[in-house]
Nanobody, 119 residues
Framework: QVHLVESGGGSVQSGGSLTLSCTAS????????MGWYRQGPGKEERELIA????????NYADSVKGRFTISRNGAENAVALQMDDLNREDTGVYYC????????????WGQGTQVTVSS
């Protein structure tokens, strides 16, 4: 069984930076993709914002390209998200996820961590 544990998050002013981290415990070697979803205030759905395969392929949502950087440590089944130049639209709960292959739903979720950006 795989458990994803997140750390980081918090409150920051616009233009600031935060780093989120997520580590998989248990049988994490089965995880092909790791990344982050975001759920904004009052929104029902989570938005995929960044993902990385264990072989280094990375993808970003248009809304965060050039500002967020995902890094993946395949050996340790960990992923981090460096968030720079944050704005109020980045406010939300960030969920780490793990997925065992392409073109499927996430298999594992972290507990979520709150990011609040104020002007």
């Amino acid at each position: 069984q795989v458990h994803l544990v997140e750390s980081g998050g918090g409150s920051v002013q616009s233009g600031g930076s935060l780093t989120l981290s997520c580590t998989a415990s248990g049988n994490g070697d089965s995880i092909f993709l790791m990344g982050w979803y975001r759920q904004g205030p009052g929104k029902e759905e989570r938005e995929l914002i960044a993902q990385a395969t264990k072989y280094g392929i990375k993808n970003y949502a248009d809304s965060v390209k050039g500002r967020f950087t995902i890094s993946r440590n395949g050996a340790e089944n960990a992923v981090a998200l460096q968030m720079d130049d944050l704005n109020r639209e980045d406010t939300g709960v960030y969920y780490c996820y793990g997925q065992e292959g392409w073109f499927k739903s996430p298999d594992y979720w972290g507990q979520g961590t709150q990011v609040t950006v104020s002007s």
